[in-house]
């Protein structure tokens, strides 16, 4: 006899099905989009130079007629060469074969296709926190892995030390296999100095843990801290060091969904070759990104105006911030700040956060990304993503948050 309550689906189906598909702060998001007094500063998109890249894709025009059938399901060669080629000069500071890439749609395929081939069932993840909400999502629904976190404090600024992850990896009651590093990181806002990731990295190969460098804020930057990317810093990666990126942020172009992962370890691209035809990207889309990232003028002309335009905005939204009275984790990179709002809740507990984040939600019709939905280690740190919206509605956003706190 079937079990009413699971529809005659399968166990993993129904685990699934019982499951919201979405945090709560995104539901509420999809349900308010387009109402005219909504503003989303819960989304990590940057849409600042969408007047670049669509005028860019379109000037293609027709495509070859190729793009219509089946090609290597890893990415096209030729656009994994283009690939190859620009990631080099733009942010990996070498140059890797384009046998040593896959393209998958989007960062979130990439992960989960990469760490099928890195963990079995029940095996940990160390995720420093705070974190991507989506990691939790990508690594643990289909691949049935456990995120560790390594809680990081605002008390040294969330640093990430090396006892903080002796702390995660001895309190893990799974085998861990690998470390998920993101950098820049998503929420801080913070680049990493090489210094910084030659410790992470020293760390993990003396315990023989994998790291996944998650760089797909690579080409966001806008402060005095340089990126470094993880392939910058030696020869050679090795067997045990991969490089995520996507074209969903740094473009603004997550809607196309292509990523990539950059791997030296050649079991690990076949395995994810194996895997590809389930989350390829659409030949079209290759070749209209492939056609873009070749277009050197363009791209360094896009570079240095998404700099710029970061910047200014992150500038502007700080200072609107402070006329908030509201203090938020200083940033240098990606589309988004990490606001203190501890002294605003009635108790240092996550029912609090969740009741101030719905406040602000109902009262000033704001959607800011709940501390609890990055895994931050304190109640009170909400995420403010600041690009996604235009300008002038993400700073009425702050003011009306700032108006309702101060009461
Ligand atoms: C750090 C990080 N990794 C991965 C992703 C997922 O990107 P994609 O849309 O390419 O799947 C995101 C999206 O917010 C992100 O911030």
Redesign the pocket.
């Known amino acids: 006899m079937g079990c009413e309550s699971t529809a005659g689906l399968s166990r993993r189906g129904a685990r699934l099905a019982g499951k919201p598909p979405f945090a709560e702060y995104i539901v509420e998001h999809f349900a308010r989009s387009g109402a005219a007094d909504y503003v989303a500063l819960c989304i990590?998109e940057n849409n600042l130079l969408t007047d670049l890249v669509l005028p860019r894709l379109a000037a293609e025009g027709d495509p070859p007629a190729r793009v219509l059938g089946y090609d290597a399901m890893v990415g096209a060669q030729e656009f994994r060469e283009q690939l190859a080629r620009f990631m080099a000069q733009r942010f990996l500071g070498r140059r890797f074969a384009a046998e040593q890439i896959a393209v998958l749609?989007?960062?979130?395929?990439?992960?989960e296709d990469l760490f099928y081939a890195l963990a079995d069932p029940g095996d940990a993840v160390l995720v420093p926190t705070p974190s991507?909400a989506?990691?939790w999502a990508?690594l643990e629904t289909r691949n049935e892995l456990n995120i560790v976190p390594v809680h990081r404090g605002c008390e040294d600024g969330f640093r990430l030390t090396t006892e903080r992850l002796d702390a995660a990896l001895a309190g893990s009651t799974q085998p861990v296999r690998a470390l998920l590093f993101?950098n820049p990181d998503?929420p801080l806002g913070k680049v990493a100095t090489a210094a910084e990731i030659t410790a992470v990295l020293d760390w993990a190969e003396a315990r023989g843990i994998h790291v996944v460098c998650?760089e797909?804020?690579a080409l966001s930057v806008f402060g005095a801290t340089p990126f470094t990317s993880v392939a910058s810093l030696r020869p050679r990666l090795g067997d045990r060091v991969h490089v995520?990126w996507?074209?969903?942020?740094d473009f603004g172009a997550?809607g196309l969904?292509?990523?990539l992962v950059v791997s030296e370890n050649e079991a690990l691209i076949r395995t994810v070759d194996g895997l590809a035809y389930w989350g390829a990207v659409s030949g079209h889309t290759q070749w209209l990104l492939g056609r873009m990232i070749a277009d050197d003028a363009w791209v360094d002309r896009f570079c240095a105006e998404l700099r710029r335009r970061l910047g200014s905005t992150y500038r502007l939204v700080s200072e609107a911030l402070a006329d908030a009275g509201i203090p938020h984790v200083p940033a240098e990179a990606g589309i988004f700040v990490v606001c203190d709002l501890r002294e605003h809740m009635s108790e240092r507990t996550w029912d609090a956060e969740h009741a101030l984040w719905k406040g602000i939600l109902d009262e000033a019709n704001v959607n800011l990304t709940p501390g609890a939905a990055c895994r931050t280690g304190e109640p009170g740190f909400l995420r403010l993503c600041y690009a996604a919206e235009p300008l002038e509605r993400a700073l009425d956003g702050v003011a009306r948050v700032g108006r309702l706190l101060r009461g």
């Open positions: 990590a749609a989007g960062a979130g395929t990439v992960l991507y989506g990691f990508d993101t998503n998650d797909i804020y995520v996507a074209f969903s942020k997550s969904r292509c990523g």
